[in-house]
Each structure stands twice: as C-alpha cells, then as structure tokens.
C-alpha cells in the first residue's frame, strides 16, 4: 500500500508540472472561488488569466466540455474522409455565426487554405451564408495559399491581429509542416490577441498537437421536418452533425448528436450518447435507420415489405425526328 501511494503522489506530481509548463490549471475538480461558469482559467507564472468560453447551446455538449469551446486558443476539427469537408467546414461556419451573433462589434472572419484545398473541398456558398449562419458576405475572406508553409505563415500573423472574429485554417491529410511547434505558434497568437483560431484537418490521422481541443465532425442522419401537427413523414429535416470528443485537456471522450439551428443560430442536442468505447471517427450508427441499405440473401425475408413510398415518374418519351440534331452537329459522327 505504501508503494502505490508514493506512485500515486509521484503520478499526481508529474500532472502538475506538466500542466504548469502547458500554462494550464492542473486542478480540475474543483473551480477557484469567483470564477464563472462561462470562462476557463490559465496559470502563467503563478498569475491567473481569465478566457472566456464559446457555448455551442447544446446543453450536454457543452457540460462535457466544461461550458464549451476556449475563444483564445487553438480548436482541432478533423473530418475523417474528403466526403466530410462540406459537414466539417458547415460545423465551423456555425461556430464562426455564434462568435458573430455574442460579439459586440462584429469582425471579419479568415478563411485560410492551400489551393489543393480549395479545388478538392470548394469554397462555402456565398449566398446562403448569411441565410444559414448569419455571416453577411463581406464579413468572410478567404486567402488561397500556394503551399503550406504559406498557408500557415498567413494563420499565425492573422492569429495575432485583433480585427478578426476568428481565423480558420483549412488542410488536408498530415503535412511535415504542420507539427507541434507551428500549432503551438497558432495556439500562442490565438490565446494572445484573444480570438479562436479553427484548424480543420480533411483526411488527416491524429497527431500531437498544441490544441486543447480536438473534434472529429461527421454526418448524421436528418430527421423528419417538424410541422404544427408533428413529424412529418417522407420530408427530410435539419442536417445531423455527429461529434466526437476525441481529445480535451477538461472533459472525458464521448460522441453526440447535434443539429444547427439558423434561426436561432444556435446548436441543438438531438440525442445524447455519451462516453462510449468506439473510436472517435466511427460515429454514425447504421441500426437508426431500419431500412436495410444490402439486399438481403435469396434465403431471407423479401424486403419490399420494409420498403419505403417511392414517386412513380412517367416514363421518358423518345423526342421527335424533327428535333434531332443533324449529322453535322455531332462531332463524334464526323470523318476526319
């Protein structure tokens, strides 16, 4: 007994050093006496400075981040697979809507990307910005980067600027460049000028980074549309986002369900799943949805029982011969 407690107090030791050079609170059960609920501390040099914290509005969300995501620092997002870029970048919009809706003067929002990004992943939707995040137009910029390196070199000297509600850097996979040192610059300039910085990681493997905060974003399947009368049946509702806590200096591993409301502009529990023992990119349960997507062996049960209403369209009717083209208009007709 007398060696497990000099490990233990050898252990607990070790926890407060490193958290001392981290610069954050190695006490985390219990809050110093004056603080609120809505703000995270971090130790300096034995001088304590007060953050505050972005709630999403999805209460069990945010109790499991401890009040929600640092507004000074450095937040991973990463989407497992390329087809996730649009659910991962929508999820960061919505984060940049609330820092625009609580700010008191809002600010311009940095878009940061390499040109390989961009071409694989597109740009968001100008029009419907302010229609489904509240981000007028003019209030997003985007800077295109040749390289990395370029890209990176942008983020850190927008990081540290103070006319900026946040600045979002967008690659792909697990670069050379983006290793522990550049993230722990981008967390330096965030946590200095006071303002988030979003890394979103397209088709990346997790690695050591600076971030207090890593999310693995992915879809969810929508729910019905709701009506004054309910549910309504074959209508498709309001997107899922499926997130997983996969790294967190102040909460414990667990998976929810969240839905983005744009009227309201503010994030939705829609079930809460809790801590579970899958892995963080393995979020989407395919026994929600009951119809079966493979086609069962000859021996099973017929499944066009289970099937759903379809919309009969009409056949499609060959056009007349006078509107066919003539030969020479079809350039795979001509001789050479």
């Given at each position: ?7 233990r107090?050898?252990?607990?030791a070790?926890?407060r ?8 609170l ?53 989407g497992?697979?390329?087809r ?10 919505a984060?940049a ?11 311009p ?5 390499t040109?390989?990004?961009f071409?694989?992943a ?29 890209a ?6 927008a990081?540290g ?6 600045v ?5 996979g ?21 303002r ?10 997790a690695?050591p980074?600076?971030?207090p ?9 929508a ?10 049946e074959g209508?498709?509702?309001?997107q ?9 200096r102040?909460?414990q591993p ?5 839905e983005?409301?744009?009227?309201e502009?503010?994030f ?6 809790g ?11 395919r ?11 000859s021996?099973g049960?017929?499944?066009?029982a289970a ?23 079809r350039p795979a007709?001509?001789r050479?």
């Amino acid at each position: 007994m007398a060696i497990n407690a000099v490990a233990r107090d050898t252990v607990f030791a070790l926890r407060r050093q490193i958290a001392k050079i981290e610069g954050t609170l190695s006490e985390r059960l219990e809050a110093p006496a004056g603080l609120d609920a809505d703000r995270m501390l971090v130790r300096r040099s034995g001088v304590a400075e007060s953050h505050g914290l972005l709630a999403t509005g999805a209460d069990h969300f945010d109790a499991a981040l401890n009040g929600g995501l640092p507004r000074a620092a450095l937040t991973e997002f990463h989407g497992a697979e390329t087809r996730d870029a649009g659910i991962v970048a929508g999820f960061a919009l919505a984060l940049a809507g609330l820092l625009l809706k609580t700010a008191e003067t809002p600010a311009p929002v940095l878009w940061v990307g390499t040109a390989e990004i961009f071409r694989e992943a597109g740009f968001p939707y100008a029009r419907g910005l302010e229609t489904g995040f509240g981000i007028a137009p003019e209030n997003l910029l985007y800077a295109e980067a040749p390289k990395v390196t370029d890209a990176l070199w942008i983020a850190e000297e927008a990081a540290g600027l103070t006319a900026l509600s946040a600045v979002v850097l967008e690659l792909r996979g697990n670069p050379d460049r983006l290793d522990l040192t550049a993230t722990r610059r981008l967390h330096r300039r965030a946590q200095a000028a006071g303002r988030p910085v979003f890394l979103l990681r397209q088709a990346a493997l997790a690695e050591p980074t600076a971030a207090p905060v890593r999310l693995v974003v992915a879809p969810a399947p929508a729910t019905l549309r709701n009506t004054m009368a309910g549910p309504l049946e074959g209508t498709i509702g309001r997107q899922g986002i499926a997130v997983a806590i996969s790294k967190s200096r102040a909460a414990q591993p667990g998976q929810f369900t969240l839905e983005w409301n744009p009227d309201e502009r503010t994030f939705l529990d829609r079930k809460h799943a809790g801590a579970t023992h899958q892995q963080p990119w393995d979020i989407q349960k395919r026994a929600e949805d009951p119809v079966a997507v493979v086609p069962l062996p000859s021996s099973g049960t017929d499944p066009a029982a289970a099937a759903r209403p379809v919309l009969a369209f009409p056949p499609r009717q060959p056009p007349p011969i006078g509107d066919q083209p003539s030969r020479p208009q079809r350039p795979a007709h001509r001789r050479a």
